[in-house]
């Protein structure tokens, strides 16, 4: 009896260690590609640092899935997933290791007025010009929260709770990618002209550019630690989702319930990013001294390739055609929201003493 329990055991290893090896080559080939990316990136980063590795990340990507035919292959689309997604999740992580709670709480603090006003006027201008272009409800929500919070993530986590169509998705995510390329090209020799701090920079970056990954490449790309500054003011936008998507998931429990609803129906493991927690544990880490200052300089250093590799990764899923896809409509608004958003930006931190 006891050696039949033993093979069954055995023979439920194997298959579990088969599954994983399964996995790894649905990953590998996609995932080698990215790192390939982010090793040239990284190397044309330190040719031309005011453009940074981060950069030629998605510009190395982007053009590799454009003129190599094959890469467009679904063989390699898990593992630019993975490496756009998980490995972007990570790097976040790991730069979490060199910032200190006490940082985060008064960097956030200082930057709440211009999040806050950035944020309403994304929203709002959201409503109001998606109105205007007779845009259905659930592209303006998309592209407002996009705008307003953290990009792709925003939509992800809103899309959870509206469920919104395909079409709404595809439009409200080709939009947001069109301006986070803008934004990462635009932005740093904009800040340059304006004569703008490393602080000032991180704050107009993180608080007017939509996703994470390209707040992350403009801001590193600019220089000096506007890098780690604008990811705190980005990880403190991106708390943002949490009361917004909450209120939309009441809203729409309350139309669907026809005036009521359940509090246990909400998806609150899809509202509040992962990611987000694992910032504040290395934070904490940091914070109370169990990681050591010297290793800080590696660990930034890792970070900052694997932000890269995840910019490549993003760069090779990326599709011209999904962006010509999202029509003129969706793409008008996500263009007024932006330079409304950037110039409150500016506008708010030039009140506040800030810019």
């Known amino acids: 009896m006891a050696d039949a329990v033993a093979r069954h055991r055995a023979a439920g290893e194997r298959a579990d260690l088969a599954a994983r090896g399964q996995k790894l080559v649905e990953l590998g080939p996609g995932l080698l590609v990215a790192l390939v990316v982010a090793v040239v990136a990284t190397l044309l980063g330190r040719l031309v640092p005011i453009v940074g590795g981060p950069v030629f990340g998605i510009l190395v990507g ?48 200082g930057s709440l007025p211009v999040m806050l006003g950035t944020l309403a006027v994304a929203l709002l201008g959201a409503w109001l010009i998606g109105r205007l272009l007779r845009l259905d409800g659930d592209t303006r929500t998309l592209i407002g929260v996009g705008t307003g919070i953290c990009g792709a993530s925003a939509i992800a986590a809103t899309t959870a709770v509206i469920d919104a169509a395909e079409a709404d998705i595809a439009y409200s995510v080709g ?29 107009w970056s993180g608080t007017a550019i939509n996703d994470t990954s390209s707040v992350v490449a403009a801001s590193f790309a600019y220089g000096g630690d506007a890098g780690s500054y604008a990811i705190v003011v980005k990880l ?107 110039v409150t930006s500016l506008g708010l931190q030039a009140v506040t003493g800030t810019l």
Not at 183 to 203: D, E, R, Y
């Open 62 to 109: 982007a053009l590799a899935a454009a003129v190599i035919p094959g890469l467009r292959g679904q063989v390699w689309q898990p593992g630019f997933a993975v490496a756009s997604k998980l490995v972007l999740q990570l790097s976040i992580v790991v730069l979490g290791t060199g910032l200190s709670l006490t940082e985060v709480v008064h960097v956030g603090g």
């Open 175 to 203: 939009t947001i990618f069109t301006f986070n390329i803008a934004a990462v090209l635009l932005f740093p020799p904009i800040g340059h002209l304006l004569g703008m701090g490393s602080h000032a920079f991180g704050l």
């Open 236 to 342: 403190t936008r991106t708390l943002m989702i949490i009361p917004i998507v909450i209120v939309l998931a009441v809203l729409r429990a309350k139309k669907r319930a026809g005036g009521e609803f359940r509090l246990a129906a909400m998806p609150w493991r899809r509202i509040v990013p992962l990611f987000l927690v694992g910032f504040l544990v290395a934070a904490t880490l940091d914070s109370v001294g169990l990681i050591p200052t010297s290793w800080h300089g590696t660990l930034s250093v890792v970070g900052t390739f694997l932000i890269t590799t995840a910019l490549a990764g993003i760069g090779l899923s990326l599709r011209f055609s999904t962006m010509r896809r999202a029509g003129v409509r969706p793409l008008l608004l996500g263009a007024i929201l932006w330079v409304a958003v950037a």
